[in-house]
């Protein structure tokens, strides 16, 4: 439901550039890039810190996220190949590489460590990156506070949909 959301999301919305936290084995990416594929335009940035432990990791507020790529395997790796040349991967924690990225997105999507301070920092960035009139997404808001005190503190409107989402103003 969320990754159909996403698609259908990039379809109207067409961004030229997207910025994506957290892909793990690719499935929200392989679904935005399908939707910039058949809209052809669009550029997807994506940042993960890749997790190789089956038992999955644990966030920066110590709970535990299951989500783990199979050994020898690279994040997106599910991505198919006609799909790869809107794509690039940056590795790394995205605390450490948002703030040396210096681009304009169309959209945000959030989707990495879900922790409280990581949320915060992420939201953040995307506002004060975003362009005007731009998106910003993120999934498993109800992890924390950080999405509802984003909405509720900056100049967004939120969007009804099956992902939480919101336009800076
Ligand atoms: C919930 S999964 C992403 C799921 C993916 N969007 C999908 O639809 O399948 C979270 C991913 O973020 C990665 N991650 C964890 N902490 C991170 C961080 N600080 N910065 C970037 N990625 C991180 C994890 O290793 C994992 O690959």
Known sequence: MKEIAIYLIIKKYRPSLMVETGVA???????????????????LISIDYPNYNKKGYVNEDGKPDMVFIPAGKEPGWIVPIELGDRFSVMIGKSADILPKLDVIPDIFYHDSDHSYTNMKFELEWAYTHVKKRGLIMADDTNTNNAWAEFVASKNVKRLRLPISAAIKQ
């Open 25 to 43: 084995n690719g499935i929200s990416t392989y679904f935005i890039l399908k939707a910039m594929h058949e809209n052809k335009i669009g550029k």
